[in-house]
């Protein structure tokens, strides 16, 4: 798979900027490991390609994209990472896919109002199903991050989509570090043919159910929030020594005013 650039963050497009709440989960208050979704309930990776740093030992990748029975694999391999998971949890997930209708998948005709579990602009403001949260992916893309799809309700093509390669519709890509302009896998299996996956696509916003064959990218999530990574004992312990420094000469200058 071609190396692809990485979308820049874009200040006021989307609502990322107060619905992605950062969580340090490695002890280190400088960098945030995942983002707490709060219009969904999950937490995201930050890194949108860890594959391409961390295969967890799993081989069968073609670069940083798999295919779809080694994605389950690979998260597999992070929930048992270390004996506790990595980062310290061990429910990563798929993103997931369900009925935009509520009802039942629509099957695999391509639609571009968002009526369709296949298409374009699913949960996009102004379509039937405007804020729907059935495709994480899809609300990650058009609501939080605010991108538009490579076709517009009519199927005409967006303006966004004479942007070329790499990046077509990636406008934007929030606070994620190497979120790729391609298609990711979802867990989710096409009820009519479950060689085919739901996947979804960063770089023009569509929906769509690869044969579970082909070497996509894997973003994980976890369901709901998750807290802080606890500080080391060593570091509370060092903490209180000063607490009780501070104390103490805080006890000195007072007995030095009152004499």
């Known amino acids: 798979m071609p190396s692809f650039a990485h979308a820049a963050s874009v200040s006021g497009q989307g609502t990322w900027e107060t619905t992605l709440q950062g969580r340090d989960l490695d002890g280190n208050a400088a960098t945030f490991e995942a983002y707490y979704d709060t219009e969904l309930n999950i937490t995201w990776l930050a890194d949108a390609n860890l594959a391409a740093s961390n295969t967890f030992g799993v081989t069968g990748m073609a670069g940083s994209t798999m295919e779809w029975d080694p994605a389950n694999e690979w998260i597999s391999a992070m929930n048992s990472y270390g004996g506790t998971g990595y980062l310290g949890i061990n429910n990563w997930r798929l993103p997931t896919v369900r009925p935009v209708n509520g009802v039942s998948f629509t099957g695999v005709t391509t639609g571009y109002d968002g009526s369709t579990d296949n298409g374009y602009n699913i949960s996009a403001p102004g379509t039937v199903f405007a804020q729907s949260t059935a495709s994480e992916m899809a609300y990650l893309y058009y609501n939080t991050l605010g991108n538009t799809g490579l076709h517009d309700l009519t199927g005409a093509f967006n303006e966004c989509s004479l942007n070329g390669a790499p990046l077509y519709c990636l406008t934007n890509a929030g ?26 696509n960063l770089g023009a916003g569509g929906q769509g159910t690869p044969n579970k064959g082909n070497a996509l990218y894997v973003l994980a999530v976890y369901d709901g929030d998750v807290a802080a990574v606890p500080l080391p004992a060593a570091f509370w312990l060092f903490g209180s020594g000063l607490i009780g420094l501070v104390g103490v000469a805080r006890k000195k200058s007072l007995a030095h005013q009152n004499s």
Do not use: H, M, V
């Open 175 to 200: 606070p994620f570090s190497n979120l790729q302009p391609s298609q990711y896998w979802t867990g989710i299996e096409d009820p009519s043919n479950p060689n085919d996956i739901y996947a979804f």
